[in-house]
């Protein structure tokens, strides 16, 4: 399990900072599929680099810490900072761009060596490294010829899965992924969901999903947190957000979405998100909210339960609540 505790951070741009995670509270259950939706540059893969402590500069946590439960324990955890020290074998991430991260002059069974010699702690021989890999790609029904390929001579789609199937070889307990599905046309899209949804059944680990594509969120996720301008501002349950959103901004990104039979051209959301340089003290939708007053531009919403397990930053559903946490 993974818990986000008042998590900011920024990136130190030296004479200014760019807030891109403000004050952001959830916690990954065990054995679920959490997603991170929002417009690109809300902040969610900055958010996902630092779920995962990697923390190059000029990214740095400004606030809050990251926690990493190790199994099944509550008091047997990792924080930011050390995360590190269980990349690969407890926690790892599937960034966006598979070819990037890929070694290019290593061909993939060699990326499984690597895998396992940074997974700390993983002691196996070659020998054995060899049959778990060849019988895990068997699961993943992968053919056992990708081994012996480089990273460029891999379709985009077969990179992706494979370094779907690099991430979660060591079986870790949770594992992030950024944008899994961009750039691949839909055919391949499908393919890799269903990879990722059949591997997290498998392992039942936790698994969390970066995505702009609603779509993504639909098929694959069961609960999911949305993000706006590096915050928050709503988390549930996935058929909720779908079916019942209660966040101004959430509605107009479930609006938005293209319905089976609705030939209806549907508007985008008008303006733009503010500048994470200088983020307003109020609420960060107030110039795009049709329900905007002028408390909104004053006072920080804060986070108020809006159902079971569904949550919303806006000061109309405080009011409605009772201003109750
Ligand atoms: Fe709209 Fe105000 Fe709610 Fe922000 S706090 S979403 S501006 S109603
Ligand atoms: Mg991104």
């Known amino acids: 399990m993974l818990e986000l505790n008042h998590v900011s951070a920024r990136y130190n741009m030296l004479t200014s900072f760019v807030n891109a995670v403000d004050d952001v509270n959830f916690k990954v259950e065990n054995d679920e599929i959490f997603?991170?939706?929002?417009?690109?540059?809300?902040?969610?893969?900055?958010?996902?680099?630092?779920?995962?402590d990697l923390l190059n500069y000029p990214l740095e946590i400004s606030g809050g810490f990251v926690r990493l439960y190790k199994g099944n324990s509550e008091t047997d955890y990792v924080e930011s900072g050390k995360l590190k020290d269980c990349w690969w074998k407890e926690i790892s991430y599937v960034p966006q761009g598979a070819m990037h991260v890929m070694n290019p002059v290593a061909n993939i069974e060699n990326q499984f060596?690597?895998?396992?010699?940074?997974?700390?702690?993983?002691?196996?021989?070659?020998k054995?490294?060899?049959?778990?890999?060849?019988?895990?790609?068997?699961?993943?029904?992968?053919?056992?010829?990708?081994?012996?390929?480089?990273?460029?001579?891999?379709?985009?789609?077969m990179r992706q899965r494979v370094l779907i199937a690099l991430a979660t070889f060591l079986n870790p307990g949770v594992i992030l992924a950024d944008e899994?599905?961009?750039?691949?046309?839909?055919?391949?899209?499908?393919?890799?969901?269903?990879?990722?949804?059949?591997?997290?059944?498998?392992?039942?680990?936790?698994?969390?999903?970066?995505?702009?594509?609603?779509?993504?969120?639909?098929q694959v996720t069961k609960r999911m947190g949305i993000m706006y301008a590096g915050q928050m501002i709503e988390i549930g349950p996935t058929d909720e957000i779908f079916g019942n959103p209660k966040h101004p901004y959430t509605k107009m990104l479930i609006g938005a979405l293209p319905k089976v039979g609705d030939n209806s051209q549907k508007e985008g959301i008008p303006g733009t998100p503010p500048?994470?340089?200088?983020?307003?003290?109020?609420?960060?939708?107030?110039?795009?909210?049709?329900?905007?007053?002028?408390?909104?531009?004053?006072?920080?919403?804060?986070?108020?339960?809006?159902?079971?397990?569904?949550?919303?930053?806006?000061?109309l559903l405080e009011q409605a609540s009772g201003g109750s946490e």
């Open 128 to 157: 054995q490294i060899r049959e778990k890999v060849a019988a895990y790609l068997e699961d993943l029904e992968l053919s056992p010829d990708v081994l012996k390929a480089y990273p460029h001579q891999l379709s985009g789609g």
């Open 35 to 52: 997603g991170i939706a929002g417009e690109s540059g809300c902040g969610k893969s900055t958010l996902l680099k630092v779920m995962y």
């Open 180 to 218: 899994p599905t961009t750039a691949l046309d839909v055919v391949v899209q499908k393919d890799i969901l269903t990879m990722l949804m059949s591997v997290q059944k498998r392992m039942m680990n936790s698994m969390v999903i970066v995505s702009h594509d609603m779509g993504v969120h639909y």
């Open 113 to 126: 060596f690597d895998t396992v010699s940074r997974g700390y702690h993983v002691k196996m021989t070659k």
């Open 275 to 315: 500048s994470l340089k200088n983020p307003p003290d109020g609420c960060r939708f107030a110039d795009r909210c049709k329900y905007a007053a002028n408390e909104c531009r004053n006072i920080r919403p804060r986070t108020v339960q809006v159902g079971e397990k569904h949550f919303a930053a806006c000061l």
